[in-house]
């Protein structure tokens, strides 16, 4: 699966846009983002994923770039209880089913 | 919402004792999985099943080994626990099949061995 690098920590004051960046430039044809997040002692919670274009659901939007070599997850409105660390993950179909290699992720503070 | 468990929630323990660590998922997934996470550290994975009577082991080395006889039940062991298995355990499962369906977590069992 391709390496993603995300930003060590983030601030966002509550009720605005949270926009957490990741890169992946050696993402190959067949392999999606995914993105997770963990909120604190918790185990983690699946967000959005996306292979080409934009997704967006209920808790999050996905913008990846047209080269795929980075993508952005958008919180529209960040609440206090967002306040976790969010991991970028890239991975392909595979036999083996669902493997997902986390990193260290971004943690988010979203602030009063 | 998820309906995936693990038990206990925390567990202290002595070192040299045998622990189990459950496990259950009522959603009929055949992949389950095992991660351990040390705290503000990353999750590794440290095995994995793909339905009944089949194991692997993660990409972390771990002394623990798992089972898996039935679906919905992915119990995790440490024969001589010792202090350097204190950790967080997570336990999550995922759809059978090629398809790239979420994986959902468990809440953890907080692990401390002394």
């Known amino acids: 699966d391709a390496k993603t690098t995300q930003p060590t920590s983030m601030d966002c004051a509550e009720g605005r846009a949270a926009n957490l960046p990741c890169n992946h430039s050696?993402?190959?044809?067949?392999?999606?983002v995914y993105w997770y997040r963990q909120i604190h002692s918790q185990g983690p919670q699946y967000i959005i994923h996306?292979?080409?274009n934009n997704e967006t659901n209920e808790m999050a939007s996905l913008i990846i770039t047209e080269d795929r070599k980075s993508s952005t997850l958008i919180l529209p409105h960040a609440t206090l209880r967002d306040t976790a660390v969010y991991y970028c993950?890239?991975?392909?179909?595979?036999?083996?089913?669902?493997?997902?290699?986390f990193g260290g992720g971004t943690r988010l503070m979203v602030k009063p | 919402e998820a309906d995936i468990y693990q038990t206990p929630r925390y567990l202290v323990i002595g070192t040299g004792k045998k622990i189990t660590l459950e496990c259950s998922q009522t959603?009929?997934?055949?992949?389950m999985y095992w991660y351990q996470q040390d705290p503000g550290m990353e999750l590794h994975l440290i095995h994995y099943?793909?339905?009944?009577?089949?194991?692997e082991k993660g990409d972390l080395s771990s002394e623990s080994t798992v089972s898996r006889i039935r679906t919905e039940h992915f119990p995790l062991t440490l024969e001589s626990a010792r202090p350097s298995h204190t950790s967080q355990y997570l336990c999550?499962?995922?759809?059978?099949?090629?398809?790239?369906?979420?994986?959902?977590f468990g809440p953890g069992t907080r692990l401390t061995v002394t």
């Open positions: 999550a499962s995922s759809e059978s099949g090629r398809g790239l369906g979420e994986q959902y």
């Open positions: 050696t993402i190959s044809g067949n392999e999606y």
């Open positions: 996306g292979l080409k």
């Open positions: 993950i890239v991975r392909g179909l595979t036999h083996a089913g669902n493997m997902l290699t």
């Open positions: 959603m009929g997934h055949d992949k």
């Open positions: 099943s793909y339905g009944v009577n089949s194991t």
